[in-house]
Nanobody, 128 residues
Framework: EPQLVESGGGFVQAGGSLRLSCAAS????????IGWFRQAPGKEREEISC????????HYADSMKGRFTISSDNAKDTVYLQMDSLNSEDTAVYHC?????????????????????WGKGTLVTVSS
């Protein structure tokens, strides 16, 4: 059964950084696009970024540009989300998700409801 496992969440002070990881289990990322999403308590899910694993092309939600960086390690079937200059509004559960296909991400990420596989999430708490 294909699974995604997130790690790297935790407690950080405002202004700090964290790097989240999303690892594949039971499948490989070769033909997938991987996305990062987050959901804060009482708020709707937000799209952060996505990466097309086969060619490394990326897309960021407008509100996420500048402080978040998505990357991948093909040898490890892992996608990372580097988060810098964190503030209290970044407190949320962060999920990665995967969708199979070869569609370009240059103009946008796949919608969250189209994703095939979801991780359970990792909690990021930013203290002010």
């Amino acid at each position: 059964e294909p699974q995604l496992v997130e790690s790297g969440g935790g407690f950080v002070q405002a202004g700090g950084s964290l790097r989240l990881s999303c690892a594949a289990s039971g499948f490989t990322f070769d033909d997938y696009t991987i996305g990062w999403f987050r959901q804060a308590p009482g708020k709707e899910r937000e799209e952060i970024s996505c990466i097309k694993f086969s060619d490394g092309t990326t897309h960021y939600a407008d509100s996420m540009k500048g402080r978040f960086t998505i990357s991948s390690d093909n040898a490890k079937d892992t996608v990372y989300l580097q988060m810098d200059s964190l503030n209290s509004e970044d407190t949320a559960v962060y999920h990665c998700a995967a969708i199979i296909g070869t569609a370009s991400v240059l103009t946008g990420c796949p919608y969250y409801y189209a994703m095939d596989v979801w991780g359970k999430g990792t909690l990021v708490t930013v203290s002010s």
